[in-house]
């Protein structure tokens, strides 16, 4: 049974940077086709893909928010990390994490979500 | 960068009726890379339909994919009270992109 969940904190100001952390079970990320995805939805609108990693390490990225974004895995600790530096109030949102499998070009599995509010 | 454009914005039935909700992408594509997600308020998204076509696991098959090209259709055969949600299309790509999504709310 796969499980992801997202942690990190509610509240970020304005040119901070953000730092999230999935942390799963029910799948290694070293193992062949598996990916973990990050994805947000700002309250009320659709859902926006941020970033991808997968076990090979090979990493994808939105290209409009390519810039400002990391993402890294701790195979040993079941756990992903994506990094969002110089927060705005536009990035107000709940972010997700998801899980992906290569044979199947959508997200399979998804976390419960984490609300983020960038304000001063 | 390829738009998907989802249509009608909010779909207004009664349980029992047929849904039929569509998703137009501005460009040409591989039915592989499509999806259809539901959503309930306050919950994470579900993956319905991948491929075009392909029930997802534990998707029951009232739930149906179909389309080709630039023009995608999820049906729903007959409303169940728990179907009542919004529903995404998605593409993937460099980036993975979204529709707007389309509403289904009880008449």
């Known amino acids: 049974q796969i499980t992801l969940k997202e942690s990190g904190p509610t509240v970020v100001k304005p040119t901070q940077t953000l730092t999230l952390t999935c942390t799963f079970s029910g799948f290694s990320l070293s193992t062949n086709g598996v990916g973990v995805g990050w994805l947000r939805q700002p309250p009320g609108k659709a859902l926006e893909w941020l970033a991808l990693i997968y076990w090979d390490d090979d990493k994808r990225f939105s290209p409009s928010l390519k810039s400002r974004l990391t993402v890294t895995k701790d195979t040993s600790k079941n756990q992903v990390v994506l990094t969002m530096t110089n927060m705005d109030p536009v990035d107000t949102a709940t972010y997700y994490c998801?899980?992906?499998?290569?044979?199947?070009?959508?997200?399979?599995?998804w976390g419960q979500g984490t609300m983020v509010t960038v304000s001063s | 960068e390829i738009v998907l454009t989802q249509s009608p914005g909010t779909l207004s039935l009664s349980p029992g009726e047929r849904a039929t909700l569509s998703c137009r992408v501005s460009q040409s594509v591989d039915s592989s890379y499509l999806a259809w997600y539901q959503q309930k308020p306050g919950q994470a998204p579900r993956l319905l339909i991948y491929g075009a076509s392909s029930r997802a696991t534990g998707i029951p098959d009232r739930f149906s994919g179909s389309g080709s090209g630039t023009d995608f259709t999820l049906t729903i055969s007959r409303l169940e009270p728990e179907d009542f949600a919004v529903y995404y299309c998605q593409l993937y790509g460099s980036p993975w992109t979204f529709g707007q999504g389309t509403k289904v709310e009880i008449k």
């Open positions: 998801a899980h992906r499998r290569l044979d199947i070009y959508g997200f399979d599995m």
